[in-house]
């Protein structure tokens, strides 16, 4: 047993180192067969060879096995070293697919962090214009309900216009006493300010007025008017007339009349004025604007 063991070693020893070398194995193999086919060559001990006759046949049947066994463990040594290289390509290729896979994924990382920049910044920009958007909505809506305000106070504001003529009957005066001169002839009355019964206008609310006449007179006889407020004059115009002809005087004042304060126009005694359908004499005004 001890000869089938150092045997065993002495085939197994190189076998290791043999799946390095590539024609190690097949070599060693093609060896054992030739001495398993050749036989012990050593006869010169009587002793030996008689015991090695009657041990020869378990010993070589054995080393057949082992020879079997090693040719069948170098078989599937190869299959290992084969798949073992396949694998280790696998690795490599896995490797590279790594490094390439890491790469992409930093370069997915660069343009996250790029992205998140701009969606910052497209995001403050997004909080200022609502803050702005906010802003104006509040000014719209203020300057909505201050149109609101002024539209009321335009359309409370009131409205004072009138224009007049006084006659189509020619000549007034002249006359002894001054007379309140009567504008028959109304054309424009806003607000009935003006009364043709009397010859009144009668400002409705506190304000400014603008108030004008135009006097015409005829023939050779003396043109004049007082204008009044309330019973008080406060202008007095007048003109000599030279010729035949047709004459004119226009005037006109702002006043800042009270509600109910009256205004009307006087023909002084011995003085004429002339209108007819031709409305050569005047008188209008209107409230400028309250106060
Ligand atoms: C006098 O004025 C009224 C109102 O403006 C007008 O209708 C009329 O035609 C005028 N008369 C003449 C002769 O222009």
Request: with cysteine.
């Amino acid at each position: 047993m001890r000869v089938v063991l150092g045997l065993l070693l002495l085939l197994l020893g190189p076998c290791g180192s043999g799946a390095q070398g590539e024609d190690g194995g097949p070599g060693e193999v093609g060896e054992i067969n030739t001495f398993l086919e050749a036989g012990p060559r050593d006869e010169g001990d009587e002793q030996t060879e008689q015991t090695t006759k009657q041990t020869t046949p378990d010993i070589w049947a054995e080393v057949r096995a082992v020879r079997d066994m090693v040719v069948e463990l170098q078989v599937e040594l190869r299959n290992m070293e084969a798949r073992v290289k396949y694998s280790e390509g696998q690795v490599n290729q896995l490797k590279t697919e790594l490094i390439v896979t890491k790469v992409h994924v930093e370069q997915l990382q660069r343009e996250t962090s790029v992205q998140e920049i701009r969606l910052t910044a497209i995001e403050s920009k997004t909080r200022d214009l609502e803050e702005e958007n906010a802003d104006l909505q509040t000014r719209l809506s203020s300057s909505e309900s201050r149109i609101d305000q002024l539209e009321r106070k335009n359309a409370e504001k009131p409205k004072v216009a009138f224009y007049t003529a006084l006659t189509e009957a020619g000549n007034v005066g002249p006359y002894n006493t001054d007379i309140t001169l009567k504008y028959s002839k109304v054309f424009t009355n806003i607000g009935n300010a003006y009364n043709p019964a009397t010859g009144f206008f009668t400002a409705p609310v506190n304000g400014v007025y603008y108030l004008q006449f135009t006097v015409c007179g005829s023939k050779k006889l003396y043109m004049a008017v007082f204008l009044y407020k309330n019973n008080q004059r406060i202008m007095y115009n007048h003109k000599v007339k030279e010729g035949g002809e047709l004459d004119y005087f226009t005037n006109s004042v702002v006043l800042e009349l009270k509600a109910g304060d009256e205004i009307h126009l006087d023909l002084p005694s011995d003085h004429a004025v002339f209108d007819d359908r031709n409305n050569y004499s005047t008188f209008s005004g209107s409230l400028l604007f309250p106060l």
